[in-house]
């Protein structure tokens, strides 16, 4: 068989949220090229999928035209005109919304393999790889041998590809950060994987794979427990937990107001502390505060008149449209966006930027805001059938998002997006809806995303797959090499507080004899590694035949190889010789996770959190160009024909 290039490679990278694809491996490895939703929508024919949600325009009402010849391309509207009847139905992919999806992935598991191979299918569609393309699938660790087996006949019998190739992910993330020992924890959507490998080879017994309740969504539901009273829905604090106001703070720093670790001493000003909070006076006290003093009064954060059904909680704008109150909210909301531009106009925007406040860091803040994009808003002005001018005019009263200025024609002066979107011309750019954001207030609940044990949980199960592993002199060094990656674990401070909390739950001194020393009398000299003046056998009840205490041998001798009797391999009699490694399996002395490597500048911007695709694309480049089958690390289409679907797991790494 030829050997193939660098630009026929495909590499697909399923996941329980987001698919990772690419055709061909750049010079310098970049990050997936394609990202697409790991999910499909029934079509109106039973058996089949679309990638997108089809719905019928409001607009639909129009003049009949001629019918399109062939398929529309994608993205384009699809015209349909109805029989015995005048109307033209025009529908149009709607690629925002997740309203009927199907996700045939959860918890790391193919749950729907009809739909799974429809969203593969539309994958390969979209990279449009030329003839003689061999595929390198990132095999999650939940997939079975049987599962292993059913894909390589998919992919060989639908795409007839000439080589294809299963890689386990935790594998391809030691590729990416280049060890040979590691304990990966990936944490995903809904389940977190814990895996522990030593010389490129995965050890299975006691892998932890899909965890439930550890993963990104348990962040999430952290966040919708404490906000839930606020009305806050899932959706807002899946976008909260994205943004960057939502962090989780590191051990001994407190939460924002509370109170602890205060500086007494650092207030200025008494009288200013116990009227509005602030340490003093000034410009620079006030904006401690967050965006405005405190009240009473206007320009306050409790003073404004008309603002306290809001604050109570987050404004059901959706009901309110629906409730047949729409004009009268718009209208409400036009105004309230002039009143805020003309305070932006006021002398405060002159003033000059060495005496603006400095702004505070988000951990020292008890409330920030984010732009959270109402989805289910948008759903619903579509389904009110506004039409296209009506929906324009809509989103750009309750977008609250930055608004592009489009310039008048005649005095040059911007127009507001209402302005612009009604006076656009149907089918612009300026007159299409997009999403509708919300500038929504939230407090220190953004920093309680882990606060339902789920670093503990991910701790634990750290620590049982360290354990299981047989090598035993090799367990420091798996607690020395931690990864932690996978898109779960994205927010703020994660992976800080998770080694800190596998630091505190499972470090030990270094010193660690003290163990074996805090219970001996105080009248008795301190043991010497030889044994010379261990206390005897009937001081207690660890004494052997030869007087020497085992546990306080094998304690202090690991740590100080030097005090080993001279001559012999077994330091005492009864002690086998495996039980002299050079350190603690279940007690390790460091932890410390794995430093990504340093020469792919475009991995270092974005981070290493979908390392496992640069794993795979550095597999992809050794196995199909370099080492062109020797080692077989895939399988041709003339194995796949002789052996059939169960001989890929001769050939997967």
Request: aromatic letters at 6%; one cysteine or more.
């Amino acid at each position: 068989m030829p050997a193939f290039k660098d630009d026929q490679i495909i590499i697909i990278a399923p996941g329980s949220e987001t698919t990772l694809a690419q055709l061909g491996l750049p010079e310098s490895l970049t990050p997936a090229r394609l990202r697409v939703r790991s999910r499909m929508f029934p079509a109106e024919k039973d058996g089949e999928w679309e990638p997108y949600k089809v719905r019928r325009r409001a607009d639909a009402l129009k003049k009949p035209a001629e019918p399109l010849n062939g398929a529309a391309a994608e993205g384009e509207d699809v015209k349909i005109v109805g029989e015995g009847d005048d109307e033209e139905i025009i529908y149009e992919e709607d690629r925002v919304t997740e309203e009927g999806a199907v996700w045939p992935i959860q918890q790391g598991r193919i749950v729907n393999w009809p739909c799974f191979f429809a969203l593969i299918t539309h994958v390969y569609n979209t990279l449009n790889p030329p003839f003689h393309t061999p595929i390198l699938l990132v095999a999650q660790p939940t997939w079975t041998p049987r599962e292993h087996e059913k894909l390589t006949q998919f992919f060989f019998e639908k795409f007839k590809t000439p080589a294809f190739g299963l890689m386990d992910a935790a594998l391809a993330t030691s590729w990416a950060y280049g060890v040979h020992t590691a304990t990966v924890v990936d944490v995903g959507k809904d389940k977190v994987d814990i895996t522990a490998i030593s010389e490129f080879i995965p050890h299975i017994t006691g892998r932890v794979t899909s965890l439930s309740g550890c993963g990104g969504e348990a962040l999430t539901l952290g966040l919708l427990a404490k906000l839930k009273a606020k009305g806050f829905s899932r959706d807002m604090c899946e976008q909260l937990k994205k943004s960057p106001i939502c962090e989780i703070l590191p051990a001994g720093i407190p939460l924002p107001g509370s109170g602890e670790g205060a500086d007494q001493d650092s207030i200025s000003n008494p009288a200013a502390a116990a009227s509005t909070g602030a340490l003093g006076s000034g410009p620079a006290a006030a904006s401690a505060l967050g965006n405005a003093p405190r009240g009473p009064g206007t320009d306050t954060e409790v003073g404004d008149e008309g603002n306290g059904d809001e604050n109570e909680g987050v404004l059901d704008v959706a009901s309110i449209v629906t409730g047949g109150k729409m004009n009268e909210f718009l209208a409400k909301k036009e105004k309230e966006k002039q009143e805020k531009a003309a305070k932006k106009k006021g002398p405060a925007e002159t003033q000059s930027a060495q005496n603006r406040p400095v702004r505070m860091p988000n951990s020292k803040r008890e409330k920030a805001t984010f732009l959270y994009e109402d989805h289910v808003l948008l759903d619903t002005l579509k389904n009110m059938n506004l039409g296209e001018k009506g929906m324009a005019e809509a989103q750009a009263v309750l977008d609250e998002g930055p608004q592009k200025k489009i310039q008048d024609d005649g005095d040059g002066e911007p127009k507001s997006a209402l302005e612009a979107n009604g006076n656009a011309e149907p089918g612009s750019t300026a007159s299409r809806t997009g999403p509708i954001r919300r500038e929504i207030e939230v407090g220190t609940e953004r920093f309680l995303a882990a606060s339902n044990g789920v670093l503990e949980r991910i701790a634990d199960a750290v620590h049982r797959t360290i354990s299981s592993v047989d090598e035993v002199n090799k367990r420091s060094e798996l607690w020395d090499s931690i990864v932690i990656c996978g898109n779960g674990s994205k927010l703020r401070g994660f992976k800080d507080a998770l080694l800190a909390t596998l630091q505190s739950k499972y470090l030990i001194s270094p010193s660690s004899a003290t163990i074996f020393t805090s219970e001996i009398p105080s009248n008795i000299s301190t043991p010497a590694g030889t044994g010379a003046n261990t206390p005897q056998p009937q001081l207690g009840p660890h004494g052997g035949p030869s007087g020497v205490n085992p546990l306080l041998l094998a304690a202090t001798t690991a740590q100080n190889p030097h005090l080993m009797p001279p001559g012999s391999s077994v330091p005492f009699p009864g002690m086998s010789s495996h039980s002299t490694h050079s350190s603690h399996g279940q007690t390790p002395t460091s932890i410390k996770l794995a430093k990504p490597a340093e020469y792919f500048p475009e991995w270092k911007e974005v981070g290493f959190d979908e390392a496992v695709f640069l794993g795979a694309q550095v597999a992809a480049k050794v196995l199909f160009v370099v080492d062109q089958g020797q080692s077989k690390g895939y399988m041709t289409r003339p194995d796949y024909n002789d052996q059939g679907p169960s001989g890929i797991h001769d050939y997967s790494l």
